[in-house]
């Protein structure tokens, strides 16, 4: 699974070779989607971890561990009613319950609270009504 966090470096911490130990000791890819580091301050990173659920979770308390401020979400899923058919198909790949349908309505429930912003049902959607939503830049 994937997810995406905003990093905050402390002055201390900025030097370490953070993408290197997730992926030697954690087997988690990270992918730099923004950063604002300058040498010997401290500085944000919106990164990108792809891994397994646990591996991300030992991960995630490793960086806090290094002393690193973690944001889990730097953006937030939106559901587009005037798009969604309630067809139901993105629940089946939502790890966190956070899509749901049940009857009798079996209309489309999204609970923003329980989202991982994983985005693994962006691309289930058949009607695109899924999408990303940045915040801004920090
Ligand atoms: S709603 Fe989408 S982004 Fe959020 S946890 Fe479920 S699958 Fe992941
Ligand atoms: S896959 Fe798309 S159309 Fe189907 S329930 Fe989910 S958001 Fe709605």
Redesign the pocket.
């Known amino acids: 699974m994937k997810r995406r966090i905003t990093l905050h470096f402390p002055r201390e911490a900025v030097h370490q070779p953070i993408a290197y130990r997730l992926a030697v000791e954690f087997d988690i890819a990270a992918k730099i989607l923004r950063a604002q580091i300058a040498p010997n301050q401290s500085g944000t990173m919106v990164v990108e971890l792809s891994g397994d659920i646990d591996d991300l979770a030992a991960a995630e308390h490793w960086l806090e561990s290094q002393g690193l401020g973690i944001n889990r979400a730097s953006g937030q ?1 939106r559901v587009d009613a005037e798009r969604c058919v309630d067809c139901g198909i ?1 629940t089946s ?4 319950g ?2 749901s349908s049940s009857a009798p309505s079996w209309q489309l429930q ?1 609970d923003a609270q ?9 691309p289930t959607c058949p009607f695109e009504a ?1 999408a990303l939503v940045l915040e801004p830049s920090p």
Do not use: D, G
């Open positions: 899923i993105c790949v939502c790890p966190s956070a899509l999204f329980r989202c991982l912003v994983c985005e693994q049902c962006i899924i």
